[in-house]
């Protein structure tokens, strides 16, 4: 754990030394200012050029793994991966060329070749950063023939599921176990061609050996990894997101509820999100079923000899109001009082805190933050 | 969080939860974080990647303490002792902050006195931490000028809670480590809206915004806002309500999505109060064991349901969208209230939940600047005085609303419940990381409960040897107030002699058997410490 974190520590003081001095560069003959510390990736994505990535991701080190990213930079022989590449005064930078077009597309097809041929059925299409590349790229299944995995989908247990087949190898998801959240569940394991990101001795995800936030699901560009709940419930083009706040503990995540036909069906994580920066926890990206469970309440109910009965809302709020009014006129509104909800919004709080004083009359209003 | 208020001015968290990043010293007293606020953890875990030391005080041996520079196990309820016994540390080695003192604090000098007693030697006889840890910790903390303490309910939960608080607050204002960016006191709050329900003023002492019901002009300034006139004096406490009620002094009461059966401490107790109730509204969505002994159960809306804000623990202000439609005739807890307060003739006309929140800036200055619109991509930091303001990342950038911060002198005081030979157990109990408070929301995703669906109680494997119990297997737990029957998990993450259930089962609810002593001034049941016998 030490020297994991030492190294680590020296790799950014290097870069936090000079971190912020405005520099000068030229990327695709356009000049762009922009600040030291920063990689041409990163530089390039907040000017919104495009750079295709695989192994790359906001939350993470700089890895340098797929090969992807590569630019052509003046007066460099080859070309550099531009995710772990820092920007330099005066840097001349092409990002899309026929020399760098040629490579991604070999890169690609290398890929493809050890890739099953699923896009029709795979849970990922449409969402699939690999899809998308062989898209953009032109890039067939079969222009390299090779040995191909043939592992069995595993489901062994209720929120992940894992499709080695389709693994890339970018080691997204291991390192985001390692380092963001640092369970240290998977790793990639074995050798050669039979390297996969997998748990010690090939275990079941459980309780005991995982934390279930989902981190490496969100992260994995591929199909590989995948929402078990969520499977078959609906193409990501086919649901309307809706960005909204965690209702669980205080961080106040941001994430995007995945609604189809009126059901919740996915969470999906917000990159941008200030607070979390697309992370989330088991409770935030699991734990949506109660939303739809069939024990919401549906009608008001009002109890009579002890046994609840279904009534109208009209019903339900003029007993409520009788029985406030006539207590209140009989004891006084020292004697009548409301709990409010660290659940509900500010807006209700507000309204409840306002109602118990101005229509009840007693200051007797308080919330759980004591419990 | 009132005696935070008390002592800086304000009682959220200082900083920013990105802040975290930039920490040297992370203090961790009192907070599984990695289990009740992971994503924050994984803020701590970037910072500790970056060379951060963190320090982590706590009696169970909590998941964070992988990343600790010192771990500090202490006896429950002995963090007085243990934090007076920093700042003894602190200042003998001349680590204080003198300028700080010097410019923006006051009662220095008393409270120094007041820390003399506590030596390492006596503070490791109180807490079990030892003397040298003790010394590691003060000289990581004190020799730093850019740390944070963070804590949550694992402090507040004590009969000495808020003495708790102040006692972190001494620390931090004797090392100057606040008010500056990476550097503070930062309370995590335990539940999404606590902070929001706070600022609304769902306090019986405080109007929105923490303005004093019984501050005459304050009265005034809200009489004129909503145009009734209102009572001057405090009303009681949840705490409070639920004795009230059993002693029938207190005869309606309308509950707005919570769920006190499970959640106040002593359950028995609480249901024989609600039940002397004349009257019980409960709103919630689910029909809760709360809501089971209500006269009226209104069906209420969940946060896909409807459009909102709510405040997180760093004071950020952020969206809450509708996704779906809610089930049958639910309705959402505005629309509720708005139609009860019509029918009780204070008739309240809002078109959308921003007019409220609209409404609620002109109250409060704090949240003046805030629009839906200005929080439509990002949530903004309160204070937000206008329009044009950017909102606040961390506090005090300016000084102390106050003026000067006090020192204030705290004592450490036995928890209210001590073993005896009859209950020679010390109980804690808390969240686990997959379920939540009372679990009716996490206890009805299947895929949680399948994993984490039984009530268990952690006994470390020494106590398990002598008493004979081994893994898995169902034990009796029992206190001064009533038992349960629960399975054992032998575990080292607790000490010997303390015992651990999570809060969210309630087929075993621990708050069958724990303590209602409350804190003497923020009214805090006391959970986390609780006299016990385990048997077989
Ligand atoms: S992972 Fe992507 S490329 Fe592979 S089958 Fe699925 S959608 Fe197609
Ligand atoms: S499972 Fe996904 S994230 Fe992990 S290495 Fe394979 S492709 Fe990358
Ligand atoms: S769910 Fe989280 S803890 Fe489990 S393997 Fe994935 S990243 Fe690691
Ligand atoms: S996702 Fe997890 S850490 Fe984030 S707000 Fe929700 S419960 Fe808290
Ligand atoms: S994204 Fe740069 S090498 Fe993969």
Redesign the pocket.
Known sequence: MDRNRENKSHIKEKRIHTMGKPVKITINDREVSCEKGNTVLEVCRKKGIYIPTLCYDERLESYGGCRLCLVEIKGMAKPLSSCTTPVEDGMEITTESEKLTGLRRTMLSLILSN??D??MC?E??GD?D??EM?YRYNVKPGEFTGEKWDLPVREDNPFITYEPN?CILCSRCTRICNEVVMAGTIDLTGRGFHTMPDTAYGAPRSLKNCEFCGQCVSTCP???LTDRKSRGKGRSFGMKKVKTTCSYCGTGCNFYLNVKDNEVVKVTSDYDAPVNKGNLCIKGRYGYDFIHSPERIRTPLIKKDGVFHEATWDEALEFTAKKFKELIEEHGPEKVGGFSSSRCTNEENYLLSKWVRCAIGSNNVDNCARV | MASLAAIFGSGAMTNSIREIEGMEVIFIIGSNTKETHPVIANRMIKAYRKGAKIIVADPRRVPMVRFADVFMSLKPGTDIALLNGIAHVILKEGLHNEEFIGEKTEGFEEWKKSVEEYTPEKVERITGVAKKDIVKAARLYGGSRKAGIFYTMGITQHTCGSDNVRAIANLATLTGNIGRESTGVNPLRGQNNVQGASDAGCMPNVYPGYQLVENPEVQAKFEGAWGVPLSPKAGLKATEMIPAAHEGTLKALYIMGENPVITDPNTHHTVEALKKLDFLVVQDIFLTETAALADVVLPSTCFAEKDGTFANTERKVQRVRKAVEPPGEARSDLSIILEVAQRLGYPMKYTSPEEVLLEFGQVWQNLAGITYQRIEKEGIQWPCTDREHPGTQYLFKGGFPKGKVPFSPVSYTPPAEVVSDEYPFILTTGRNLYQYHSGSMTRRVDAIESHAGEPYVELNPSDGERLGIGDGEEIRVASRRGDIKIKARITQRVSSGTVFIPMHYREAAANVITNDALDKKVKIPEYKVCAVQVSK
Do not use: E, F, N, S
């Open positions: 890739h099953p699923d896009c795979c990922k299409a699939c690999l899809q062989a389709k591929t199909g590989a």
